[in-house]
């Protein structure tokens, strides 16, 4: 087991190259099931998600090989519920093996999936699109089931915006007969990016990236190559980091649009944000204000910055508000937070947050992903020591965070805890 060990205080300066996105990555190599034919993938990001999901695909009979961030990936063989049941129960992203098995074999038998835990994580939204197209779907025993004898395009109304039951409900739909409109899907641009990807081998899907997708079904796809976008949530936590250390930091290798609710908020605290074609400039050498900010679905401000920002309101002059509207328990890393002396009141889905409070260095346990790397970036801009256990839940999303911070000027290590 490791830990990482901040020593914190130096302000980030440089340029940091940010990875392929984590939540494009899953559905798009999941989705290659679909093709049963060779696909290779570059932009994939060194996460240990990554690594779980390429051997699951491994052990349902994919062939595999990866060289860093290219992946190579044959599904010819693949057959359906051959997955692990110890593996896809660590991670959220399996559920899309239902959806891609049912549509490329019309039968799916995939164990309940684990991931962060804040919160209920139903898939009644799932179910209903997947029954929609005319399967039978079982979710007793620990296991989710679902077979068809023929599937079926049909119009579907999502009750609440969801990345995963769209994604899901789309994989379940490429090949259904007629049309197939998801209506209130979840606009984020991993959506957009799974259904370049899908087009590029062969899928005929229109309008991701608006409330409205439709999907034409086709009689077979074929392998194609693929590049993932960058990573918005990673790119956000480096310019988080940077503003909190009073850095100077370059993010490149990002599409500054998908980071519009961030840098947003950013400059609204007072922090200088310039955007360029691929890259963004984040700088903060003044005091930075209290502000409010509420999580929404795309293109809201996302639920997977929001312990970074209740972090960086820390560092802010006078009293701020968080308020979740995504995940009902997304909080249980604000009582690791309080260990450095942060000011902070949970009152129901809102944390209040009371700036300008002296912090010190803490032991803090990574609670999950988005957890760790709002201490991460705690431990950097509090000068002191900081240690975090736990730390697999960070690399679970952040490909090489310790290396590329240090390059940054950050002293922080992985250590070995004997
Ligand atoms: N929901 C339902 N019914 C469903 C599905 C979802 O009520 O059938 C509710 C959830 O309970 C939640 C809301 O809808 O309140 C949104 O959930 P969503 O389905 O969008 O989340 P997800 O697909 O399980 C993905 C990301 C999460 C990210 C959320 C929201 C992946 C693998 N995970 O989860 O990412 O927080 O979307 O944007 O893409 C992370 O990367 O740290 C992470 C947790």
């Not at 010819?76 to 692990?84: A, C, N």
């Not at 940077?242 to 980071?259: C, D, M, Q, W, Y």
Request: hydrophobic content about 40%; overall charge negative; charged content about 25%.
């Amino acid at each position: 087991m490791d830990k990482i060990v901040i020593n914190g205080g130096t302000p980030l300066e440089g340029t940091v190259e940010i990875s392929g996105a984590k939540n494009a990555a899953l559905p798009i190599l999941m989705g290659t099931i679909l093709t049963g034919d060779r696909c290779v993938i570059e932009n994939v990001p060194e996460i240990l998600d990554v690594d779980l999901t390429l051997e699951i695909l491994e052990k349902m009979g994919a062939m595999v090989r990866r060289d860093h961030t290219t992946v190579e990936i044959d599904t010819t063989d693949i057959q359906p519920g051959k997955s692990p049941y110890e593996l896809v129960s660590r991670m959220r992203g399996s559920t899309y093996l239902i959806g891609a098995e049912l549509g490329r074999f019309k039968e799916a038998k995939v164990g309940m999936t684990g991931g962060c835990n804040f919160g209920i994580r139903p898939i009644d939204q799932h179910v209903k699109g997947f029954e929609a197209l005319g399967a039978k779907v079982d979710t007793r025993g620990g296991f989710v089931e679902a077979r068809a004898d023929e599937l079926v395009g049909a119009e579907v109304y999502f009750d609440v915006v969801s990345v995963g039951a769209t994604v899901n409900v789309i994989l379940a739909s490429v090949f259904a007969k007629g049309t197939t409109v998801l209506e209130n899907a979840a606009r984020e641009p991993h959506i957009v990016d799974l259904a370049n990807f899908l087009n590029a081998c062969g899928a005929n899907i229109t309008g991701a990236g608006t409330e409205v997708i439709k999907i034409k079904g086709v009689e077979k796809l074929h392998g194609s190559s693929y590049a993932i976008i960058p990573d918005m949530i990673e790119a956000g936590t480096f310019m988080f980091a940077a503003a909190a250390t009073g850095g100077n930091v370059k993010v490149n290798n990002v599409i500054p649009k998908h980071l519009d609710s961030i840098s947003a908020k950013l400059t609204e605290m007072g922090v200088y944000v310039e955007e360029l074609d691929d890259a963004i400039i984040v700088k903060r050498d003044g005091e930075m204000k209290n502000i409010n900010v509420k999580t929404r679905p795309y293109p809201g401000f996302p639920t997977d910055m929001q312990p970074q920002m209740t972090a960086l309101l820390c560092f802010a002059n006078g009293d701020s508000k968080v308020t979740e509207r995504v995940w009902n328990n997304r909080f249980r890393y604000v009582e690791e937070l309080r260990k450095t002396g942060a000011n902070i009141d949970i009152a129901g889905e809102t944390a209040i947050i009371h700036g300008g409070a002296e912090l010190v260095g803490a032991p803090m346990k990574s609670v999950d992903l988005r957890a760790g790397a709002a201490m991460v970036i705690m431990g950097l801009a509090i000068n002191g020591r900081t240690e975090i256990t736990d730390i697999h839940t960070i690399e679970r999303g952040y490909d090489n965070i310790v290396k590329k911070l240090r390059a940054l000027g950050a002293d922080i290590r992985k250590v070995q805890i004997r």
